[in-house]
């Protein structure tokens, strides 16, 4: 039995959502499973004491939570003697383009290239919109990424979700394989 630290940071609620699923699948394997807001951490927050580790982020225009890039940055040694993985969410993961593909690719090593985590695995997957939820310019953003992705553009409807759920159940398959 190991003790598994989530990591994860959220506006909207959904890698939330994401990381309890993910908790719920290694949970299923005998292991224990800590869940941590990272922005919003404990004081005393720490990785010491952790067998392994996984990271989720997710983006809003273009970028990551810078709180939680800064502490994982900070945790990089005790990050780096444990087995850990790496996701990330976003809405053009929804995309098959090529160019979306890219930008993806470029979402997660711009995660990895700043906190210097060096996961077993790293992957994104596509999130999900609540638009009225969100204040006029967020709305239009989100409109804006949603059009571009091909996803759904009707800000009356309270809830779209985009998340392969059996892509996830793979992911935490892979990481409890590696532990
Ligand atoms: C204001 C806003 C901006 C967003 N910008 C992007 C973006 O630049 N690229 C992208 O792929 N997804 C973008 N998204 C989609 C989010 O990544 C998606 O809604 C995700 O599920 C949010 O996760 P959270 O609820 O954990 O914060 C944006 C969403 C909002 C509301």
Redesign the pocket.
Known sequence: MSKILIL??????????VAQHIAEVINERGHVIELVQGNKPPRDFTVYGFDGAIIGT??????HQISVKKLVKAQKEALSKIPSAYFC?????YSSKAEDKK??ES?INDFLKYTGLKPVVSTAFA????YPH?NF???Y??KL?ARK?GADTDTKQEHYEYTDWNAVNRFAEEFVGSI
């Open positions: 994860y940071g959220t506006d909207y609620g959904h890698t939330r959502k997710s983006i809003h225009m273009g970028v969410i976003c809405l053009t993961a930008q993806v979402f999130g999900a919109l609540r969100y310019a967020r709305r953003m989100a990424v992705v």
